[in-house]
């Protein structure tokens, strides 16, 4: 499984990672990007003032080689720490979590814990679960978020993780594939075994109302990457507010799992 992280991670086109900058010059290299938005620099500056530089600093000696020269698209652009905290702002903006009230939130497949970072800085409390990843790990410790190894499994329920959670995400997900075939094509979870998956987090995880978010990895086949449109439809047909384009799917107020019910375009396709 940890082979596939190299497989699946996201393409994000056009961006020059400076994973071995130094902290402060990086954090004002990517300021500039909020010169318009000064509620959303003033998020930022939140953020990224939580973060000790000497251990950025260590992070940066103990993997000074791999960062000095590595493929774009593999984890280790995820050693960028101000870049990463900088993206994951427009999440956490787009759930409302820069307002209201402090929530529990479970981080499903932390990866390298920066949206868990942001999240934290807000003062919400946040639990992440992820496989073992050493870079992960490491960086994890560097921003001070709560990591637990606890992988997702097939068809298995989730441990217990000591409380109950008003908001549930999963963002870009390595979990749902399977096996990888000998022609290049990939198996993935079908929709049955999410909504497996779903039922598990809202009867034993969820604090009621709850929200649940997932941002999808496409499914990789050797024809090429799409979102799972099975499940884009069964979403929302199920009353998610579905970003077909975007692999986004949103439950915004769960009740119980009898509160995933058809609402009155369950029938429209996904755009």
Request: with cysteine.
């Amino acid at each position: 499984m940890q082979a596939l992280i190299y497989l699946l991670v996201v393409r994000t086109p056009n961006v020059i990672y400076k994973p071995l900058l130094d902290y402060r010059e990086r954090v004002e290299d990517i300021a500039r990007n909020f010169e318009s938005n000064p509620e959303s620099l003033a998020l930022y500056r939140r953020v990224t003032d939580d973060v000790d530089p000497g251990r950025v600093l260590a992070l940066q000696q103990k993997y000074a080689s791999q960062l000095a020269d590595f493929d774009p698209i593999s984890l280790f652009k995820y050693a960028d720490l101000p870049y990463w905290l900088y993206h994951k702002i427009a999440t956490a903006k787009e759930l409302g979590l820069d307002k209201g009230e402090a929530k529990t939130i479970l981080d499903i497949g932390m990866g390298a814990g920066h949206f868990a970072a942001v999240c934290q800085a807000l003062g919400h409390t946040v639990v992440g679960t992820d496989i073992r990843v050493p870079l992960y790990d490491d960086i994890c410790e560097v921003l001070q978020v709560d990591r637990r190894i606890e992988p997702t499994r097939y068809r298995t329920p989730l441990a217990d993780l000591g409380m109950t959670f008003n908001v549930i995400t999963i963002i870009w997900q390595v979990f749902h594939v399977l096996r990888v075939l000998g022609n290049g094509d990939r198996e993935h979870w079908t929709t049955e075994d999410w909504s497996y998956f779903l039922q598990d987090l809202i009867a034993n995880h969820m604090r009621y109302p709850g929200m649940i978010f997932l941002h999808l990895n496409p499914n990789v086949m050797s024809a090429g990457e799409a979102f799972d449109a099975p499940l884009l439809q069964w979403s929302r047909d199920h009353g998610a507010k579905v970003e077909a384009a975007l692999g986004k799917i949103t439950f915004e107020r769960v009740l119980g799992w009898e509160s995933l019910v058809a609402g009155p375009e369950a029938q429209a396709p996904v755009d």
